[in-house]
């Protein structure tokens, strides 16, 4: 859930550059663009989990 609060925190400066290349989009729209961003954000997060428990078995 904390992802999707980042994504909608910076959503604004992502519709202003869409915006600036003429690139018209509703929220809606955008819907799909949020999810890929989450699905970064989580793979993302668990990669970076697992290097910190394979670094915790390591050390």
Do not use: C, R, T
Not at 2 to 11: D, E, G, R, S, T
Not at 12 to 39: H, T
């Amino acid at each position: 859930m904390q992802f999707m609060q980042i994504a909608m925190k910076h959503l604004p400066e992502g519709k202003a550059f869409l915006d600036e290349k003429g690139i018209e989009l509703s929220m809606e729209e955008m819907q799909p663009m949020l999810q890929l961003l989450m699905n970064v954000m989580n793979e993302a997060y668990e990669l970076g989990w697992e290097d910190a428990q394979q670094s915790q078995n390591d050390g």
